[in-house]
Protein backbone atom coordinates (compact mmCIF):
# COMPACT_ATOMS: atom_id res chain seq x y z
CA UNK A 1 0.00 0.00 0.00
CA UNK A 2 1.23 3.22 -1.05
CA UNK A 3 0.28 6.42 1.22
CA UNK A 4 1.20 10.06 1.21
CA UNK A 5 2.21 11.55 4.60
CA UNK A 6 3.06 14.94 5.38
CA UNK A 7 6.51 15.88 5.88
CA UNK A 8 6.96 16.33 9.43
CA UNK A 9 3.89 13.66 10.19
CA UNK A 10 5.35 11.26 13.38
CA UNK A 11 4.59 8.12 11.80
CA UNK A 12 4.51 5.66 15.33
CA UNK A 13 1.69 3.95 13.81
CA UNK A 14 2.24 3.68 10.21
CA UNK A 15 4.33 0.12 10.27
CA UNK A 16 3.94 -1.84 6.92
CA UNK A 17 3.20 1.28 4.91
CA UNK A 18 5.43 2.35 1.97
CA UNK A 19 5.34 6.24 1.61
CA UNK A 20 6.97 7.99 -1.97
CA UNK A 21 9.03 10.33 -0.65
CA UNK A 22 12.24 11.10 -3.17
CA UNK A 23 11.59 12.06 -7.01
CA UNK A 24 13.93 10.21 -9.33
CA UNK A 25 15.37 13.80 -10.08
CA UNK A 26 16.05 14.15 -6.14
CA UNK A 27 17.91 10.66 -6.37
CA UNK A 28 19.82 10.89 -9.39
CA UNK A 29 21.39 14.66 -7.68
CA UNK A 30 21.75 12.56 -4.67
CA UNK A 31 24.67 10.09 -5.75
CA UNK A 32 25.83 12.79 -8.50
CA UNK A 33 26.21 15.32 -5.43
CA UNK A 34 28.10 12.64 -3.22
CA UNK A 35 30.17 11.25 -6.65
CA UNK A 36 31.36 15.05 -7.21
CA UNK A 37 32.00 15.32 -3.43
CA UNK A 38 34.13 12.26 -2.96
CA UNK A 39 36.00 13.92 -5.78
CA UNK A 40 36.44 17.21 -4.63
CA UNK A 41 37.29 16.22 -0.93
CA UNK A 42 40.57 13.47 -3.02
CA UNK A 43 41.69 16.00 -5.90
CA UNK A 44 41.10 19.16 -3.39
CA UNK A 45 43.35 17.35 -0.55
CA UNK A 46 46.34 15.96 -3.45
CA UNK A 47 45.70 19.54 -4.50
CA UNK A 48 46.80 20.76 -0.45
CA UNK A 49 49.20 18.19 0.26
CA UNK A 50 50.37 17.36 -3.33
CA UNK A 51 52.09 14.37 -3.94
CA UNK A 52 56.29 13.77 -3.98
CA UNK A 53 58.21 15.05 -7.15
CA UNK A 54 58.01 12.43 -10.23
CA UNK A 55 61.66 12.19 -11.58
CA UNK A 56 62.69 13.51 -15.19
CA UNK A 57 61.24 16.19 -16.93
CA UNK A 58 58.77 18.61 -15.15
CA UNK A 59 57.66 18.43 -19.14
CA UNK A 60 56.96 14.72 -19.12
CA UNK A 61 54.90 14.79 -16.49
CA UNK A 62 51.12 16.49 -15.96
CA UNK A 63 49.77 14.70 -12.53
CA UNK A 64 49.24 18.16 -10.84
CA UNK A 65 47.36 18.75 -13.75
CA UNK A 66 44.91 16.48 -14.29
CA UNK A 67 44.25 16.47 -10.36
CA UNK A 68 43.46 20.36 -11.06
CA UNK A 69 41.28 19.53 -13.76
CA UNK A 70 39.55 16.83 -12.28
CA UNK A 71 39.20 19.15 -8.92
CA UNK A 72 37.73 21.65 -11.34
CA UNK A 73 35.34 19.40 -14.19
CA UNK A 74 33.81 17.86 -10.36
CA UNK A 75 33.47 21.62 -9.08
CA UNK A 76 31.47 22.52 -12.26
CA UNK A 77 29.29 19.49 -11.85
CA UNK A 78 28.63 20.02 -7.75
CA UNK A 79 27.64 23.86 -8.70
CA UNK A 80 25.69 23.39 -11.44
CA UNK A 81 23.63 20.43 -9.79
CA UNK A 82 23.35 22.77 -7.02
CA UNK A 83 21.38 25.18 -9.29
CA UNK A 84 19.30 22.18 -10.51
CA UNK A 85 18.37 21.43 -6.99
CA UNK A 86 17.55 24.44 -6.45
CA UNK A 87 14.86 24.86 -9.08
CA UNK A 88 13.63 21.52 -8.38
CA UNK A 89 12.73 22.44 -4.98
CA UNK A 90 10.13 25.04 -6.28
CA UNK A 91 8.84 22.85 -9.01
CA UNK A 92 9.32 19.04 -7.09
CA UNK A 93 7.10 17.83 -4.38
CA UNK A 94 7.04 19.14 -0.94
CA UNK A 95 10.08 16.38 0.14
CA UNK A 96 12.20 18.40 -2.23
CA UNK A 97 11.59 21.98 -0.54
CA UNK A 98 13.14 20.07 2.64
CA UNK A 99 16.71 20.64 1.95
CA UNK A 100 16.27 24.53 1.77
CA UNK A 101 14.35 25.46 4.21
CA UNK A 102 14.02 25.14 7.94
CA UNK A 103 10.89 25.65 10.30
CA UNK A 104 12.37 27.29 12.99
CA UNK A 105 9.07 28.59 14.21
CA UNK A 106 7.81 25.04 14.56
CA UNK A 107 7.80 23.75 18.59
CA UNK A 108 7.21 20.47 17.32
CA UNK A 109 10.11 20.53 14.86
CA UNK A 110 12.33 21.24 17.72
CA UNK A 111 11.14 18.95 20.11
CA UNK A 112 11.66 16.46 17.25
CA UNK A 113 15.36 17.28 16.96
CA UNK A 114 15.94 16.97 20.50
CA UNK A 115 14.32 13.24 21.07
CA UNK A 116 16.90 12.36 17.75
CA UNK A 117 19.69 13.86 19.43
CA UNK A 118 18.77 11.73 22.49
CA UNK A 119 18.31 8.59 20.32
CA UNK A 120 21.62 9.03 18.52
CA UNK A 121 23.30 9.29 22.16
CA UNK A 122 21.29 5.95 22.87
CA UNK A 123 19.37 8.07 25.60
CA UNK A 124 15.80 7.21 23.90
CA UNK A 125 14.58 3.87 23.44
CA UNK A 126 12.64 4.35 20.12
CA UNK A 127 12.98 7.50 17.58
CA UNK A 128 10.10 9.33 15.86
CA UNK A 129 9.70 7.76 12.36
CA UNK A 130 9.60 10.81 9.67
CA UNK A 131 8.37 10.65 5.77
CA UNK A 132 11.11 12.75 4.85
CA UNK A 133 14.69 13.78 6.88
CA UNK A 134 14.25 13.76 10.67
CA UNK A 135 14.48 17.15 12.49
CA UNK A 136 18.31 16.14 13.28
CA UNK A 137 19.43 15.03 9.75
CA UNK A 138 17.51 18.26 8.41
CA UNK A 139 19.18 20.54 10.33
CA UNK A 140 22.49 19.04 9.40
CA UNK A 141 21.81 18.40 6.19
CA UNK A 142 20.49 22.08 5.53
CA UNK A 143 23.92 23.66 7.37
CA UNK A 144 26.36 21.18 5.63
CA UNK A 145 24.89 20.72 2.43
CA UNK A 146 22.80 24.09 1.87
CA UNK A 147 24.78 26.95 3.09
CA UNK A 148 28.19 24.65 3.14
CA UNK A 149 27.47 24.10 -0.32
CA UNK A 150 26.74 27.92 -1.01
CA UNK A 151 30.38 28.75 1.03
CA UNK A 152 32.33 26.31 -0.77
CA UNK A 153 31.09 27.02 -4.76
CA UNK A 154 31.53 31.03 -3.70
CA UNK A 155 34.87 30.24 -2.22
CA UNK A 156 35.96 27.77 -4.60
CA UNK A 157 35.24 29.71 -7.71
CA UNK A 158 36.48 32.67 -6.16
CA UNK A 159 39.85 31.08 -5.92
CA UNK A 160 39.51 29.65 -9.55
CA UNK A 161 39.06 32.98 -11.01
CA UNK A 162 42.04 34.39 -9.45
CA UNK A 163 43.65 31.47 -11.64
CA UNK A 164 41.87 32.77 -14.45
CA UNK A 165 42.72 36.41 -14.05
CA UNK A 166 40.62 39.61 -15.36
CA UNK A 167 37.92 38.93 -17.79
CA UNK A 168 37.09 35.41 -17.14
CA UNK A 169 33.57 35.08 -15.89
CA UNK A 170 34.44 33.74 -12.65
CA UNK A 171 36.75 36.42 -11.88
CA UNK A 172 34.01 38.99 -12.56
CA UNK A 173 31.05 37.55 -10.41
CA UNK A 174 33.26 36.04 -7.20
CA UNK A 175 37.00 36.84 -7.23
CA UNK A 176 36.28 40.42 -7.60
CA UNK A 177 34.82 40.63 -4.04
CA UNK A 178 35.11 37.47 -2.16
CA UNK A 179 38.69 37.90 -1.79
CA UNK A 180 38.67 41.67 -0.88
CA UNK A 181 35.99 40.30 1.46
CA UNK A 182 38.63 38.00 3.34
CA UNK A 183 41.06 40.59 3.09
CA UNK A 184 43.43 38.11 1.21
CA UNK A 185 43.56 35.06 -1.20
CA UNK A 186 45.10 33.06 1.81
CA UNK A 187 42.14 32.98 3.85
CA UNK A 188 40.18 32.22 1.02
CA UNK A 189 41.97 29.37 0.78
CA UNK A 190 42.12 28.34 4.44
CA UNK A 191 38.52 28.99 4.69
CA UNK A 192 37.69 26.96 1.68
CA UNK A 193 40.01 24.14 3.28
CA UNK A 194 38.66 24.03 6.27
CA UNK A 195 35.04 23.89 5.38
CA UNK A 196 35.61 21.18 2.94
CA UNK A 197 36.94 18.84 5.95
CA UNK A 198 33.65 19.95 7.66
CA UNK A 199 31.96 19.01 4.50
CA UNK A 200 34.08 15.22 4.73
CA UNK A 201 33.32 14.79 8.55
CA UNK A 202 29.26 15.58 7.83
CA UNK A 203 29.62 12.88 5.16
CA UNK A 204 30.75 10.25 7.42
CA UNK A 205 28.13 10.74 10.06
CA UNK A 206 25.66 11.20 7.74
CA UNK A 207 26.63 7.64 6.19
CA UNK A 208 27.08 6.11 9.45
CA UNK A 209 23.65 7.85 10.45
CA UNK A 210 21.65 6.18 7.53
CA UNK A 211 23.14 2.91 8.05
CA UNK A 212 22.03 2.97 11.96
CA UNK A 213 18.77 4.12 10.76
CA UNK A 214 18.46 1.08 8.44
CA UNK A 215 19.29 -1.37 11.14
CA UNK A 216 17.52 -0.05 14.17
CA UNK A 217 14.74 2.17 13.56
CA UNK A 218 12.57 -0.12 11.59
CA UNK A 219 12.62 1.71 8.33
CA UNK A 220 14.29 1.90 5.03
CA UNK A 221 16.86 4.77 4.25
CA UNK A 222 19.11 3.79 2.00
CA UNK A 223 17.13 1.84 -0.37
CA UNK A 224 14.45 5.08 -0.14
CA UNK A 225 17.78 7.18 -2.02
CA UNK A 226 17.52 4.23 -4.42
CA UNK A 227 14.07 3.18 -5.48
CA UNK A 228 11.75 6.59 -3.78
CA UNK A 229 9.73 5.00 -1.33
CA UNK A 230 10.29 4.14 2.41
CA UNK A 231 8.89 1.18 4.13
CA UNK A 232 7.92 1.67 7.92
CA UNK A 233 8.81 -1.96 9.16
CA UNK A 234 6.44 -4.30 11.73
Known amino acids: MTVEIGINDDTET ?7 VYEWQVRMWHWLNALSIVTLAVTGYLIASPLPSLSGEASD ?12 TAAYIFAIGFL ?9 NHHARQLFRLPLTDKKWWSGMLHELRWY ?8 KYVGHNPLAHFFMFLAI ?7 IITGFALYGEGAQEGHWSHALFTSWV ?27 HGYAALREEM ?7 SSMINGTRTFRD
Not at 14 to 20: C, P
Open 84 to 92: ARAYWALVG
Open 216 to 222: MSRQTMI
Open 61 to 72: HFLMGYIRFTHF
Open 121 to 128: LFLEKQPR
Open 146 to 152: TVGGVFM
Open 179 to 205: IPLFGQSQSVHSWHHLAAWAIVVFVII
Open 14 to 20: AAGKTVF
